[in-house]
């Protein structure tokens, strides 16, 4: 039976997640499945922006990195991500960027394989993986002892390309471009087999899929705070160092706020003894305050109650765009399996700039990601169910009456 809007509304009536939505900024008229790139507004989000910004910083100034906590605010943020990363609080930490979070924390994974063998060389990863991870990987090679190696092997033979040789893996969890998703327990396990550490990218999991990071064993993760987890454009991003690495680990960075007495103020770098040994400079408090409104409305969320509706949201989806668009040329890239896919659903079409431009301006908010993939994300949270129609039906009158030829479409800005 094909779709109608009265099964979506009716699965809204049903939906356990539905009170959430309320609780964001969602502009009248805009259909948002873009919470993979950029998280909505929550609405609480503006009453703490001013209190952080006129009374902490205006009134209390300086005094508020006592009094208002702002000293603590990185392992606060990370306590508050680690349960929906199957983490303990102690092994999370919020800040800086995800790019320098992953070059802080692969070096570090080298260090430890360099203590035992000069043999193991190789940082295996992707190809196509999210480019930052690639370039960082890259230049972490080009500056690090021991003659590290970037290779990248496809996902599909991935597994089989860990061996001996293997130092670190580092792998998106939930792929950028197509939403697949790795099995972070059997590669983690062949890694470990094979005495090679593991770096998981969670930038496209964390508040969207569940992750258990001690339950398969993972070394090392980090993640973006700005998709899913609704931080605020540019909000820090995290990191999760296993607690059996804590104590030992060395990272490259080694700024005075990873000291275990920054204000001794003294000249030789001793690190902390604890998570903070990973950090590096000064907080960027406004942007960690908001990050921490985002993360405060994951606090009574059910992931497995998120997962499904995610789940469902993207299958359904899926089925609405191949219904009502049959013959417009979309090929699905993300795995036609739920079970094997994030919370978003990828298409490739050659007119995917325009087709996006056009939904835009009608207020269906996606993305393209380059040569041809139009990308939409369902965050559970605020996403609902007839929000699919409405997206659909705009699609649909986009490509049966071609208006994405509209010249003013082609027009490539600098973010797609
Ligand atoms: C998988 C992945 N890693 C990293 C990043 C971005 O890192 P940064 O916040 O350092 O720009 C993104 C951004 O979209 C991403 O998708």
């Not at 993360?295 to 899926?318: G, N, P």
């Not at 965050?379 to 609902?384: C, T």
């Not at 509209?406 to 490539?412: A, F, G």
């Amino acid at each position: 039976m094909p779709l109608n809007r009265d099964d979506l509304l009716e699965l809204d009536r049903q939906d356990p997640l539905a009170d959430h939505r309320d609780a964001f900024d969602i502009p009248e008229g805009v259909i948002y499945f873009d919470g993979n790139s950029l998280g909505a507004l929550p609405k609480a989000a503006k009453g703490r922006v001013r209190e952080v910004v006129e009374q902490q910083w205006g009134q209390g100034l300086i005094r508020s990195w006592n009094e208002a906590d702002w000293i603590n605010l990185p392992q606060r943020l990370g306590a508050k991500i680690a349960p929906l990363i199957g983490a303990q609080p102690h092994e999370v930490i919020s800040a800086d960027s995800t790019s320098v979070n992953l070059f802080k924390l692969a070096a570090a994974a080298l260090r430890i394989q360099q203590q035992t063998s000069r043999e193991r060389r190789v940082i295996l990863s992707e190809p196509g993986n999210f480019p930052t991870d690639l370039y960082m990987l890259q230049g972490l090679c080009d500056f690090a002892a021991g003659e590290p190696e970037l290779v990248t092997e496809p996902a599909d033979s991935l597994i089989d390309r860990i061996d001996e040789s293997t130092a670190l893996v580092v792998l998106t969890h939930v792929h950028y471009k197509s939403g697949r998703l790795h099995d972070m327990t059997a590669i983690t396990r062949r890694a470990h087999e094979c005495g090679a550490l593991v770096l998981w990218d969670l930038s496209h999991s964390t508040g969207a899929v569940p992750v258990e990071l001690n339950d398969v064993g993972a070394d090392f993760a980090i993640g973006c705070g700005y998709k899913y987890l609704n931080g605020g454009p540019g909000a820090p991003a995290f990191m999760f160092v296993a607690e059996r690495h804590l104590s030992t680990l060395q990272q490259p960075l080694s700024g005075w706020f990873g000291h275990e007495s920054p204000f001794d103020m003294r000249d030789d770098y001793a690190p902390a003894p604890d998570i903070r040994r990973v950090l590096t400079g000064t907080t960027s408090v406004v942007a960690a305050s908001l990050f921490e409104v985002g993360l405060d409305r994951f606090r009574d969320v059910d992931m497995f109650a998120l997962r499904k509706k995610s789940m469902s949201l993207t299958e359904h989806f899926i089925q609405l765009v191949e219904e009502r668009c049959p013959n417009a040329g979309f090929e699905l890239v993300s795995p036609r399996e739920p079970q094997q896919r994030g919370s978003q659903v990828s298409f490739a079409h050659p007119e995917g700039y325009a087709i996006v431009q056009a939904l835009i301006d009608r207020g269906v908010i996606g993305d393209y990601r380059s040569p041809d993939i139009l990308r939409f994300g369902f965050a559970p949270l605020y996403v609902q169910y007839v929000d699919l129609w409405g997206a659909v039906e705009h699609l649909a009158d986009i490509m049966c009456n071609r208006l994405w030829e509209n010249p003013q479409y082609r027009h490539r800005r600098q973010v797609t």
